[in-house]
Structures are given as structure tokens and as C-alpha cells.
């Protein structure tokens, strides 16, 4: 099968602190796409990284940074510092190309981050 | 940054009832999708769309959805008579040298 796993439903941490949000996924694939999406209270999905399987270096943006293992088929995430604007549910997904040609994507079932003042 | 953009931003419609979700791709991208989620699940693949036709749909997909791109620049997703079900946020993306971009939703709410 093909899926993303995110095992954290919920996650609640104060301000400042450090919070690692876990994926793992299987695939059959040996080319493919791993993506990280934030989804605030108003509905959108906000992209914030895409990984090619090809590119196991990890990668630090601001406060976030991800650690991608192929090993251990996981893309984790990680907020340094967390702020309450961070408070939303984030998703995980897998990019999967179909017989069609096209590409679709696989999601986790999400994990709310909710960060406390 | 171009956007993908989704009208309208809600819809309430009555059970049986047929609904138009509109879309507009970004110009240059060749490859367009409908994903749903259900109110507090992951979101999931319904259908992508390729020169003209579907080229891959979910299980979801039945016989009361259909898509088509019938000006060039929009990208509808048609259900045909509603169910109470049917509520979820739909989103349309579609994908370019930089990866999938999504538009911001349409919540659909089914009375």
C-alpha cells in the first residue's frame, strides 16, 4: 500500500517551545514527492516544502526544518520556537504518479498543532 | 505569484440539488485536480484532468460527479444531485514546475 502515517492526532505545546511533527510513509516508488502543508482555522492549504526522493539533505527555513530518512521512510518536521500563529493542523503527503500519467497526492490524516500563549 | 483561484468561497445548497464548484488553473500548468475533505479528515484525491479528460479518478468519483474545461482557462467540477455527504471543502490544484499549487476552497455545505 501506499499511504502517509502521521500517528500524532494532537499536539499542544507552550510558546517558545520546540515541536517535531512525525510522517512515515511507504511506497512502492523510487521517485517521488514528500510535501508538508499547513492548514489554519480559515481552510487553505498553505504549502510549505516539497522534497524529491532524491535529495535526503536536510532543509531549514526560518523556524522550520525537516529531516527527511529514507531508512526509516520518514519526513519529519520540526517548529523551533513555536509561536500561537504556528496553532493550526499540518499535513503530510505523498506524491504518487497514477497509470493516468498525472500525479496525485496521498495526505496523512493531519496532526493539529495547537501552540499556547 | 500566480494563484490558482476558486469561486464561490462558500456555497449552501439544498439536498438533491445540482452544484457548480468553478476553478481557474494557472495559465501554463497542464495537469488539474479536485481533492475533497470532509469536515476534520485528511484530504483526498478525487480526480485529475489531462488535454481534455480524466486521466485518473478516486473511488469517490462516482457517476454524480463530472469535470470539464469548457472556455480554456476555467475547470468546473459539477455534482449532480446533492447529498448530505457531499458536505466538504473542495479544492482545485493544478501542477507546474514548482510542484502542485492550491486554491484556497470552496466549503460546500449540503442541507
Known amino acids: 500500500a501506499q499511504k502517509v502515517t502521521q500517528a500524532q492526532t494532537e499536539i499542544s505545546v507552550v510558546e517558545k517551545e520546540d515541536v517535531t511533527l512525525d510522517c512515515v510513509y511507504e511506497t512502492r516508488d523510487t521517485t517521488y514527492y514528500l510535501f508538508w502543508y499547513k492548514q489554519p482555522p480559515s481552510g487553505e492549504l498553505v504549502f510549505l516544502i516539497r522534497?524529491?526522493?532524491?535529495?535526503?539533505q536536510n532543509e531549514i527555513s526560518g523556524r522550520y526544518s525537516w529531516n527527511f530518512q529514507k531508512s526509516t521512510s520518514s519526513f519529519n518536521f520540526t517548529i523551533t520556537a513555536s509561536q500561537v500563529v504556528d496553532s493550526a493542523v499540518y499535513f503530510c503527503?505523498?506524491?504518487?504518479?497514477?497509470?493516468?500519467?498525472?500525479?496525485?497526492?496521498?495526505f496523512g490524516k493531519g496532526t493539529k498543532l495547537t501552540v499556547n500563549p | 505569484e500566480p494563484e490558482v483561484t476558486q469561486t464561490p468561497s462558500h456555497q449552501v445548497t439544498q439536498m438533491g440539488q445540482e452544484v457548480i464548484l468553478r476553478c481557474v488553473p494557472i495559465s501554463n500548468h497542464l495537469y488539474f485536480y479536485w481533492y475533497r475533505q470532509i469536515l476534520g479528515q485528511k484530504v483526498e484525491f478525487l480526480v485529475s484532468?489531462?488535454?481534455?479528460?480524466?486521466?485518473?479518478k478516486s473511488e469517490i468519483f462516482d457517476d454524480q460527479f463530472s469535470v470539464e474545461r469548457p472556455d480554456g482557462s476555467n475547470f468546473t467540477l459539477k455534482i449532480r444531485s446533492t447529498k448530505l455527504e457531499d458536505s466538504a471543502m473542495y479544492f482545485c490544484?493544478?501542477?507546474?514546475?514548482?510542484?502542485?499549487?492550491f486554491g484556497s476552497g470552496t466549503r460546500l455545505t449540503v442541507v
Open positions: 503527503a505523498l506524491s504518487l504518479y497514477t497509470q493516468g500519467g498525472s500525479e496525485k497526492l496521498v
Open positions: 522534497r524529491n526522493s532524491f535529495d535526503e
Open positions: 490544484a493544478s501542477i507546474g514546475l514548482y510542484g502542485y499549487t
Open positions: 484532468f489531462y488535454n481534455n479528460e480524466i486521466s485518473e
